[in-house]
């Protein structure tokens, strides 16, 4: 159970983190730049800006891809132009940059035990790091919680009457309540859904009218910001990437912009700079900071730049058309660009190949011999034979999807295995493809199967361009002619094939579905030579594991990643009519 559970994590998971990392430390870069850029702007775009760059680390780009792959028209097999090709590749490189070719030797020999407990040792880690991280939020907040529950509700006095000026200056349509706290807890918004004001029993005797008015009138911006609701989205970012120290900074940024546009916005409103700077440092020197960042109070950030920029009356500045600008530019890069990536993805649609169009003129279905030992899908004369095969590996071939490809269906279509023998209705050699087409409209007319397609996110094999470029030669054949591929279970003769064509045959050798990742849209003429995984040979002119002659015969490479890809339903099928 541990080799398997350390396998998929060391190849799987690990490069999926790794470049879900990467891009989300890019982006907070880039958020970081446009702070500088913005400096003299208004705090709350800053302050927007260290969101979104916290949480990307929640969104991966994939999933914006995935959306572009669902809004993509579902009909016909897709290649790229040229242009698009290229950028497609490109901005894929540049997306999953961790992602590497997993090359298998002819002898496989498995990993110790020992290597297997210390590739999932940093998963133990990152566990126990975010578990202790949020065991210390749930004690502060039980402690803030249990504050609250113990304060008493104040209806009337001159806190009251404040509180309800600036909540209607503020524009809140529902009023915030007012609890009396014994805690010498700092004034401050506690709860999300239904936030509740704390204030501490003694500091309105340290405080004139117009102290309270703009200590209330800050705390009001907190409610209509909804800051409570962003820092626990941040708290969540830091109890799963604790490990990355950009994200606590982010976190220390946000509180500082978050304050910062508070003030601004009390300003803004009215308020008298030499009063509301007294109100900020007499809270101080009454009460104690709150132990929990989202319980929003007055006195967080750094106290000595605030009151400066307070006093100095600074006014921000609005940002002007440029900067708007870059600020959409950067947004479309963030979004829209994986959303388009999706749309242009080059992965085949299932069955939705040219086929010829040739059908079976006559075919005999019959349950297959269970002393039969001869199986698989070949020709004899003219007659098309699928010979001993379950129906499962039938639908397979005909619709050119890998097993994990396959969804539904009932229990026969694996228990029952049947012997198909046709004649198409036209003369000469039959590609691989015209040969899908006919099983498929078999099994469509005789077995009366119905499917739909779902576009889902699985473990794939992605072709890729290797290290040095390409050695595939163009085709000299008629661009018209429909590719063939021949051979056997370890060399395959491929012409007339496009990426797309060798992604598609593939998928009947590896153990997961093949996406094309080249860019390339030309058709090539080559030959593949492998040793199968788990061969074992002394021969020294063995041909080498399928993952290093993907690079050394033909300059390509398979990476496993993970890719939205189209899987076929099962939504109906019976078993076959009488012949």
Known sequence: MIPELSSEFEHSVVPVLANHLWQSTVVLCLAGLLTLALRRNQARVRYWLWMVASVKFLVPFSLLIGLGSHLHMTGGTRILDGSRAGIYAVVN???????????????????????????????????????????????????????????????????????????SAAGLRRPVPLLCSQERMEPGIFGIGRPVLLWPAGISEHLDDAHIEAILAHEMQHVRRRDNLAALLHMAVEALFWFHPLVWLVGARLVEERERACDEDVLLAGGRPHVYAESILKTCQFCLESPLRCVSGITGADLKVRIAEIMAKRAALKMGFGRKALLALAGGIAVVAPVVLGQTNASPNIGQAADGNVNFEVATIRPADPMDQETGFKTRGRHVVVENEPLTNVAIFAYGVHPKQLVGGPSWMNDTRFTIDGIPDTEGQLSVR??????????????????????????????????????????????????????????????NNSMIDLALGMQFILDRPVVDETGLTDKYDFQLRWTPDGVQTTDPNAPPSIYTAFQEQLGLKLTPTRAYVDVLVIDQIEKPSEN
């Open 93 to 167: 490189q540049a997306e999953q940059p961790f992602s590497k070719p997993i090359v298998v030797p002819p002898v496989i020999a498995r990993a110790s035990s020992r290597h297997d407990v210390l590739v999932l040792l940093p998963a133990v880690i990152w566990l126990g790091g975010s578990l202790a991280i949020v065991l210390l939020w749930v004690v502060r907040w039980r402690r803030v919680a249990r504050v609250v529950r113990e304060a008493v509700p104040v209806d009337g006095g001159r806190e009251v009457e404040a509180l309800r000026r600036v909540s």
């Open 434 to 495: 015209q040969m899908q087409g006919m099983v498929r409209r078999l099994l469509e007319d005789r077995f009366h199967l119905k499917t739909h397609k779902q576009r889902r996110e699985i473990p794939v094999y992605a072709i890729q361009i290797a290290k040095g470029g390409t050695k595939l030669a163009k085709s000299k054949s008629d661009p018209k002619e429909l590719p063939d591929q021949t051979g056997t279970r370890n060399y395959i003769n491929f012409r």
